[in-house]
């Protein structure tokens, strides 16, 4: 989680998205890191930790496709957080700090948009 979401929303609750807000990075890899490094960690590492934040509901990091829209090296991260308050406190914890030291390593953001989610929204499952 870059600079970097509580109960119902991780076991699919009807009304777990009801209630969140959702953050927006849109990310570019430094000069000279290999995009397979930085997916390697997002999957192994910064997934793996989002267990033991507990203001986070959901998380996900795409790679831009769109060759009109970004350059190689190019990514958003979607994270669906309970409140921007819970997610402030699981900002100063160890596993959040050690992401950031890790993902600065790396790659950085370039780009936040922040908002609170306009009735439940719609999702399949």
Same mark, same amino acid.
């Given at each position: 989680?870059?600079?970097?979401?509580?109960?119902?929303?991780?076991?699919?609750?009807?009304?777990?998205? $009801?209630?969140?807000?959702?953050?927006?990075?849109? !990310?570019?890899?430094? &000069?000279?890191? =290999?995009? +397979? /490094?930085?997916?390697?960690?997002?999957?192994?590492?910064?997934?793996?930790?989002?267990?033991?934040?507990?203001?986070?509901?959901?998380?996900?990091?795409?790679?831009?496709?769109?060759?009109?829209? $970004?350059?190689?090296?190019?990514?958003?991260?979607? !994270?669906?957080?309970? &409140?921007?308050? =819970?997610? +402030? /406190?699981?900002?100063?914890?160890?596993?959040?700090?050690?992401?950031?030291?890790?993902?600065?390593?790396?790659?950085?953001?370039?780009?936040?948009?922040?908002?609170?989610?306009?009735?439940?929204?719609?999702?399949?499952?």
């Amino acid at each position: 989680m870059s600079l970097t979401t509580s109960g119902t929303a991780r076991d699919g609750g009807a009304d777990a998205s $009801a209630a969140t807000t959702v953050i927006v990075h849109r !990310i570019r890899l430094l &000069d000279g890191v =290999d995009p +397979e /490094r930085f997916e390697s960690w997002v999957r192994d590492v910064d997934y793996a930790a989002c267990p033991r934040l507990p203001g986070v509901v959901a998380f996900a990091v795409q790679r831009v496709t769109d060759a009109e829209a $970004a350059s190689p090296g190019e990514y958003f991260e979607i !994270i669906e957080v309970t &409140d921007r308050t =819970d997610f +402030e /406190r699981d900002m100063r914890s160890d596993t959040f700090r050690g992401l950031v030291a890790e993902f600065e390593k790396m790659a950085m953001v370039v780009a936040e948009l922040t908002g609170d989610r306009v009735g439940s929204g719609y999702r399949s499952r």
